[in-house]
Nanobody
Framework: VQLQASGGGLVQPGGSLRLSCVAS????????IAWFRQARGKEREGVSC????????YYSNSVKGRFTISRDKAMNTVYLQMDSLEPEDTAVYYC???????????????????WGQGTLVTVSS
């Protein structure tokens, strides 16, 4: 069971990036999937998740209206489209999978069994 996160890079403020989280060894559709991020010197923060039950979405207040999480079943991939990026979005971004069948996805770290390796997003001019 593996998750591979990719798509990070350097982008100017106001720009966009799309992160990808590809699963191998299991079907993403059976899991709640979340994106977390950790800025230097700060605790890891959950920013968004998508529920396996009904595709219900959650966004933290810090990214609501700017980030969009989505799932491509055929590609076994979850995406995080990030628009209107701000310097405060600079962080290592991780995707994670929760195998417990919850009513609603959560962005609490303890819930997640499988983690990708992280991809660095730097927003700077």
């Amino acid at each position: 069971v593996q998750l591979q996160a990719s798509g990070g890079g350097l982008v100017q403020p106001g720009g966009s990036l799309r992160l990808s989280c590809v699963a191998s060894g299991f079907t993403l559709d059976d899991f709640d999937i979340a994106w977390f991020r950790q800025a230097r010197g700060k605790e890891r923060e959950g920013v968004s998740c998508i529920s396996h039950r009904d595709g219900r979405l959650y966004y933290s207040n810090s990214v609501k209206g700017r980030f969009t999480i989505s799932r491509d079943k055929a590609m076994n991939t979850v995406y995080l489209q990030m628009d209107s990026l701000e310097p405060e979005d600079t962080a290592v971004y991780y995707c994670a999978a929760d195998g417990f069948k919850r009513q609603q996805c959560t962005v609490e770290e303890y819930a997640y069994d499988y983690w990708g390796q992280g991809t660095l997003v730097t927003v700077s001019s």
